[in-house]
Structure formats: structure tokens, C-alpha cells
């Protein structure tokens, strides 16, 4: 756009300048003012849609945790698959499914959230996997559930439970080896530093 006035005119000019200006460029301002009012009523709308995806995915985890409904995990896992509401669900399907007994199905909600985009859900996922397969005397299966995947901040968690594994395993000096690392990784005020030094001991 030009200038909008030059200093130095009369105010006659100046106003016969002003109107010149907004003849040659009123179609530009009319089409600024529209894109920029499309694009605020546009970001409007996605968040209006993004509070409506929101509410149905909490509705829907809210049906599957007061009702341990598969079929809500399922509609939540189909329209909402990137939402935390659906991992959560899935975490809280797989330990129902354990309470029950049902390991095979508490296997399948947690196989997948191992490839979860946030490291926690993934993590934990994977480490329940291992539980519920060592619970199930497949030792050699749970080792290669916790080797899949790097525990991160949880290495001591992993070892302790790498230990607990090999101890049932009947793989004593395996065991040791692992508590005596888990011991290294966690920190020494941590309540399980006494849990793990029981543990070692009884396996001396």
C-alpha cells in the first residue's frame, strides 16, 4: 500500500488524499479485515471442536471405568486413540483383567500402549507386562518384555524387577546380580533400598 499522507499538504489536500487512498485500497483492507476475522472465528471453531472431543472422550472413559465396558474402550480407543483418556483405560481394562485372572486379556489391552507416544504409559505398560507374565511362570517371555524397551528413570524399578523374575526362575546368581545393580540405580533414601537389601539377603 502507499502512504497513507504526505506531511506538508494543506488539510484540503490531505483530506482529498486520504480519500484517494481509501479508493485505490479499500478492496485490500476489506479482504484483510475478513482474513483476519476468518482466522479468529476459525481458531474459535477448532477449539469449540477440540473442547467436544475432549467431553466425548472423557464420557466414554467414564463408562468404561464405572462399567469395565469393552465396548467403550473400544469406541474410545476408535475416535480418541491419541487421547490420555484411552490409555488410562486401557491401563485401568488390563488391571481389572488381572484381578480376574484373565492374563491373556490384560496381555492384549497393555500391547497396545508399549508403543505409546508418552514414555510413562509405555514404560508402565511394559513393566506390567512382565509381572503379569512372570505371575503366568513365563520367565523367559518377561525378560524379553523388560529388554524391548529402555526403562529410562525407572532402571531400578526394571532391575528389581528383572531379579524378581530370575529368583522365581531359580536363577540365583541372576537375581543377585540384578538387585545389586537396582540398588546402584535407586536412590538410597528410597523405601525400596530396604525391600531389595531383604530380598538379597534371602537369597544368601
Known amino acids: 500500500m502507499k502512504n497513507f499522507i504526505e506531511v506538508g499538504k494543506t488539510e484540503d489536500e ?10 485505490e485500497n479499500g478492496l485490500q483492507i476489506v479482504v484483510g479485515i ?8 476459525g481458531l474459535g471453531a477448532y477449539k469449540t471442536y477440540q473442547n467436544e472431543q475432549s467431553i466425548q472422550a472423557r464420557s466414554l472413559y467414564l463408562n468404561t471405568a464405572s462399567s469395565d465396558s469393552v465396548a467403550a474402550y473400544e469406541a474410545l ?18 488391571k481389572n483383567a488381572v484381578k480376574k485372572q484373565d492374563y491373556e486379556s490384560a496381555l492384549q489391552h497393555l500391547s497396545t ?13 511394559n513393566m506390567r507386562m512382565a509381572s503379569i507374565q ?10 524379553s518384555t523388560l529388554d524391548s524397551k529402555l526403562p529410562g528413570e525407572f532402571n531400578g524399578l526394571y532391575s528389581q524387577l528383572k531379579g524378581d523374575i530370575y529368583v522365581a526362575d531359580n536363577q540365583i546368581d541372576k537375581a543377585k546380580e540384578q538387585y545389586k545393580l537396582a540398588l546402584s540405580q535407586i ?18
Open 14 to 23: 490531505q483530506a482529498q488524499q486520504i480519500k484517494k487512498w481509501i479508493k
Open 34 to 41: 475478513s482474513l483476519g476475522l476468518g482466522g479468529i472465528w
Open 77 to 94: 480407543n476408535t475416535s480418541h486413540s491419541d487421547s490420555g483418556y484411552t490409555q488410562q483405560a486401557g491401563l485401568m481394562l488390563a
Open 113 to 125: 500402549l508399549v508403543s505409546a507416544d508418552n514414555d510413562l504409559i509405555a514404560i508402565v505398560a
Open 134 to 143: 512372570l505371575e503366568m511362570g513365563k520367565f523367559k517371555e518377561a525378560i
Open 187 to 204: 536412590s538410597r533414601d528410597s523405601e525400596l533400598q530396604s525391600l531389595i537389601n531383604i530380598k538379597l539377603a534371602d537369597l544368601n
